[in-house]
């Protein structure tokens, strides 16, 4: 009698319910069934088994993962949900997935028929590098931080990779109410709990954050404190500790933080005391980018170029990428772009910015449906910009130059002279 095969379930719940009582049938012995694909790659690591079936999504299926089948010798079967599923494989090198439907009798004759898709990458000699971390930030005034935020993660996991959304803002967080998750337990104040106990891993990481599924792709979402006087939470060792754990549980983690960046320890009386504004000057220490944030008016651009003085005292101005947003004749006047590019070299040294139309209908239709803005409004000229930049900076890739300007960004050009 056949022995059945070694095999690793890492499969979104409802499929693993409808697959298991029926998988010993197709000769295959389930010996793990990890909840996602952190504590996958550590089974199929220990286990070496024979069969791995993985659900198309990214909280079960990346690159690491796949890489240890390889390693491990281990058949693939990829089970994916519909075109969106299909696109993540796709992203990952799957040409052809099963569909998540698919019996057990249809997993064990692809089994039969030989290596199924995908081709697996022969992992290299180098360890993978670790994900990268971007935190988002910008002086007081809402000037459109959590926004950009959002959107910018939105952007990155629509490019097919592995995204966490991280709320570091101890003064209004304003992540979850955005999407529409709930912050009764902030997901940050947990993480930060865990890593001052040396218990955060991966597979913590998943069980605590919460999942927000955009048009194309997920985002792993930790929520900021619901109420600002539970500040003394995110301490900097166990902001800095978090973000650090998130580089092997993500591809790139977009971190919103708060305005303000005083270092309070001359007013405190403690030298050793918990500092209010910790997990911002962590956040941004921390980061690989850091993404200054500023309203495109008169009082917004003081106070950007006030604070940009502050922000290039605590990190490398190398590291900083400018970005105004809100921008619109009407608060500026004629050849608004012009004028902001000139107004923030002048005033504040800044030679490369970003400007992002004003598109106040976008923001609410985005705020009405809890969505991204670019869900929300895929057409908006914010959205393309905020896309732009997303390519040219955190993915490191450009874009295929739109064949028309749309007519809300030619309006903010200067007139040529």
């Given at each position: 009698m056949t022995e059945p095969t070694p095999t690793v379930l890492c499969l979104a719940p409802h499929v693993e319910d409808r697959l298991l009582p029926r998988l010993a049938e197709a000769g295959l012995l389930v010996v793990a069934r990890p909840p996602g694909a952190g504590e996958g790659v550590d089974a199929v690591g220990r286990l070496r088994p024979g069969v791995l079936i993985v659900?198309?999504?990214?909280r079960h299926l990346d690159s690491p993962l796949l890489t240890a089948a390889a390693v491990a010798g281990a058949?693939?079967?990829?089970?994916?949900?519909?075109?969106?599923?299909?696109?993540?494989?796709a992203s990952l090198g799957v040409r052809e997935p099963l569909d998540a439907d698919a019996t057990a009798d249809d997993i064990a004759a692809r089994i039969a028929h030989g290596m199924p898709e995908p081709a697996i990458p022969v992992p290299t000699a180098t360890a993978p590098s670790p994900g990268r971390v971007t935190a988002v930030w910008g002086p007081a005034g809402a000037p459109g931080r959590t926004t950009t935020a959002i959107a910018l993660a939105s952007e990155l996991a629509a490019a097919g990779l592995r995204v966490a959304l991280v709320d570091a803002d101890t003064i209004g967080a304003a992540v979850a109410p955005s999407l529409g998750l709930l912050d009764e337990a902030p997901g940050l104040a947990a993480a930060c709990r865990l890593a001052a106990a040396g218990a955060l891993t991966g597979g913590e990481l998943d069980r605590i954050a919460q999942h927000h599924r955009c048009a194309r792709g997920e985002l792993l979402v930790l929520t900021g404190i619901g109420r600002p006087d539970r500040w003394p939470e995110l301490s900097a060792d166990r902001v800095t500790k978090v973000l650090e754990q998130c580089r092997s549980w993500a591809d790139h983690t977009i971190v919103d933080t708060g305005f303000t960046l005083e270092a309070d320890e001359e007013i405190a009386s403690d030298l050793f005391s918990p500092r209010r504004n910790a997990a911002t000057l962590a956040a941004l220490r921390a980061a690989d980018t850091v993404v200054a944030v500023g309203a495109g008016d008169p009082i917004g651009l003081a106070r950007y170029v006030r604070a940009f003085g502050d922000l290039v005292e605590i990190v490398d101005q190398h590291r900083v990428r400018a970005v105004v947003g809100k921008v619109r004749q009407s608060a500026v006047g004629l050849g608004a772009g012009g004028q902001i590019r000139a107004s923030l070299q002048r005033f504040g040294g800044i030679e490369e910015v970003t400007l992002v139309p004003s598109d106040p209908a976008a923001c609410d239709a985005a705020l009405l449906t809890a969505r991204t803005l670019p869900d929300a409004a895929p057409r908006s000229a914010a959205t393309a910009a905020l896309r732009r930049f997303t390519a040219d900076h955190l993915l490191d890739r450009p874009v295929?130059?739109?064949?028309?300007t749309p007519s809300v960004l030619r309006r903010l050009r200067p007139a040529a002279s």
């Open positions: 659900s198309a999504e990214p058949v693939v079967v990829v089970l994916a949900e519909g075109e969106w599923g299909r696109e993540h494989a295929r130059t739109p064949r028309r």
